[in-house]
């Protein structure tokens, strides 16, 4: 197992492995992978009090046009004695193969065969019962809520950051549109839409960016704007939003950070350094509620659509509150995973 690590490309602490996976879309491209990256906590020196999370297990996912490269929040969770992994889910990022549409999947459920191989080298890797903390942002705050519905007893407490768990533009529009996609993708899955992203969050995160929390990323696997849109994976996120309106069971604790504020991206002011110009975040903590029986809700003020890249005081805020609601819910007893 150990030799199938190979050093990440986000240096000294990080490794990644790929991971093979079966094709899904016919007509599309080759054999998908997927890539599981890992930072592991250093280990405990002699007479050092054990730390709060050694049991515990993080798997993230990231979200639409994305991949990982947030070092710091792996390093949040390490310095606390968590194991972290994050997922680069097929034809996205380090998964992304030549000849692949990026980002393209004809229905969400098809990662469950990533989250299930990552779950399973998390588990081969493991000596001790381990808890699991699913960690996903954006469009991977979806497909992780969804994969813990269908996964009952699984994981021990849930974070979201900026979930994308209802359309921009309201559950009527996602109605009328939804027999749209669902015909568009019998007859032709790969066409596109408009691409409504005018570069404006690109540019409020530079704005923001902070030279004491650096960060870079791969241009070509995280595209400004961003990637462009296919009618068949539109119509996977419209059934996905369907399904948590009618309401998700998930049984472990749930926490949606959000922003405070959200404004639709028109044009370019320097108020859209302080909010969310990706979602409507009121529509999503409505929708967040119906995830399962024990939900919280944090607002940050001043956050970006990536909470944890937003200015300084918002990220600070951002890992209080995250740190406050980790260490209330996994102070509780191990409750290993199936």
Excluded at 209 to 222: A, C, K
Aim: proline share 5%; with cysteine.
């Amino acid at each position: 197992m150990e030799a199938r690590w190979q050093p990440d490309i986000l240096g000294d602490g990080y490794e990644q492995q790929t991971i093979p996976l079966r094709s899904e879309v016919e007509g599309v491209d080759g054999a998908p992978v997927a890539t599981l990256i890992r930072h592991l906590p250093r280990r405990r020196r002699l007479f050092q009090k054990r730390r709060m999370f050694e049991d515990v297990d993080v798997l993230y996912v990231h979200g639409w046009s994305d991949y990982f490269f947030q070092r710091r929040l792996a390093e949040y969770w390490a310095s606390r004695g968590a194991r972290f992994y994050a997922l680069d889910l097929r034809r996205y990022g380090r998964s992304l193969r030549k000849g692949q549409v990026l980002g393209h999947v004809a229905d969400l459920a098809a990662y469950d065969e990533e989250i299930g191989a990552a779950l399973d080298i998390m588990k081969e890797e493991a000596d001790d019962p381990r808890r699991l903390v699913l960690f996903g942002h954006s469009t991977g705050g979806l497909v992780l809520s969804l994969w813990a519905d269908r996964n009952p007893g699984r994981a021990t407490a849930i974070m979201l950051n900026s979930p994308w768990l209802e359309l921009q533009f309201g559950r009527r529009t996602r109605h009328a549109i939804a027999p749209l996609t669902e015909l568009g993708t019998k007859l032709d899955p790969l066409a596109t839409g408009p691409n409504i992203d005018l570069g404006f969050y690109a540019r409020a995160q530079q704005e923001v960016y902070d030279e004491e929390d650096p960060y870079e990323y791969d241009e070509q696997w995280r595209p400004n704007p961003s990637a462009t849109v296919h009618v068949a994976w539109l119509n996977a996120i419209l059934a996905g939003h369907a399904k948590v309106e009618e309401g998700l069971a998930i049984d472990a604790p749930v926490c949606a950070l959000l922003s405070a504020r959200s404004i639709a991206p028109v044009r370019w002011s320097e108020e859209l350094t302080r909010v969310d110009s990706v979602l409507n975040v009121d529509r999503v903590a409505r929708a967040a509620l119906k995830l399962g029986a024990s939900v919280t809700i944090e607002r940050i003020d001043g956050a970006l659509h990536d909470i944890f890249l937003s200015r300084r005081e918002a990220r600070t805020e951002a890992y209080s509150r995250m740190d406050r609601w980790a260490q209330g819910v996994l102070t509780q007893r191990i409750r290993p995973r199936g």
